[in-house]
């Protein structure tokens, strides 16, 4: 079974690649390229693989996971300007593929219990656009 | 590797009627959709692709690139066309959202290529909503369609 939890915070962004000249930058980013930086409401669906357990009849306690998410990824992330605040997004391009794998490596370690994995991380740049990583495989 | 989703909107009219059927196997059929006048939808589709995340750009797809493709390939089509008579495809089969994604995702593998000629990233699925209670999916994993 699969349980979702999804949660939103608000964060700044360039896309910008240090390694890069602000003409590669450009070209490879545009608007996005801006050094100031832009914003976007993040919205990231956090999905939980498990059965339900025998007694408490939980994959997960949602509360559980809501403070996982919350003290792990959002108290980072929210009101933040990704690039100069959140490691790895100093040497790290914040795309949502790479904000969405960097979620997977924050939460996979607190969610490997005994009846569940994290199976999924989703993250909504936008309503228009979104990121899955499931992993790799093993 | 992961799996980046893009939603696009376009509006289109169409109406539900076999030509190998009679009219009132037709109507039988298809109800009010049968409607000879046709009847819209504001469709909503997503297009899902997927591909290792490249290291210079952050990247698994140049969302700009994909909208080009959507743009040709869909959206100027489509967008406040009647289905049944300005889309070849549906001259002799039947425009329902089952038969409007298989023509949408053969023209985005057709074309795929073109935009992204290198081995990644390839074409995951197809996701569409004749409206936001009925949602038809391709998935291009088991060779569908």
């Known amino acids: 079974m699969l349980i979702t939890k999804r949660v939103e915070f608000s964060a700044s962004h360039a896309c910008r690649n240090p390694l890069l000249s602000d003409r590669e930058n450009q070209e490879l980013f545009g608007p996005a390229a801006n050094p100031h930086g832009h914003g976007h409401n993040y919205a990231i669906e956090v999905t939980v693989e498990g059965e339900p357990d025998a007694v408490t009849g939980m994959v997960i306690d949602l509360k559980k996971l809501k403070d996982v998410i919350n003290h792990q990824v959002v108290e980072l992330y929210d009101h933040r300007f990704l690039n100069y605040e959140v490691p790895p997004f100093d040497r790290v391009v914040p795309t949502p593929e790479n904000i969405a794998v960097d979620i997977w490596n924050r939460l996979q370690p607190q969610l490997a219990g005994a009846g569940s994995r994290l199976h999924a991380v989703r993250v909504y740049e936008t309503a228009d656009l979104y990121v899955d990583y499931f992993g790799e495989p093993a | ?145």
């Open chain 2, 1 to 145: 590797m992961t799996r980046v989703t893009r939603k696009y909107r376009f509006s289109s009219s169409h109406r539900l009627h076999a030509t190998s059927l009679s009219d009132s196997e037709n109507r039988e059929m298809y109800g009010k959709c049968d409607n000879p006048y046709g009847h819209g939808h504001n469709y909503e589709i997503e297009i899902s692709a997927r591909g290792p995340v490249d290291p210079r750009s952050g990247r698994t797809l140049d969302p700009a690139l994909l909208d080009r493709l959507v743009e040709e390939q869909v959206l100027q089509p489509f967008d406040h066309r009647n289905l049944n008579a300005e889309i070849a495809a549906f001259q002799d089969i039947v425009p329902t959202t089952e038969n409007l994604a298989r023509e949408i995702f053969r023209r985005l593998k057709t074309n795929w290529k073109s935009s992204f000629p290198g081995a990644w990233p390839v074409l995951d699925k197809i996701r569409i909503a004749e409206t936001p209670r009925n949602i038809f999916e391709i998935s291009n994993r088991n060779g569908e369609a």
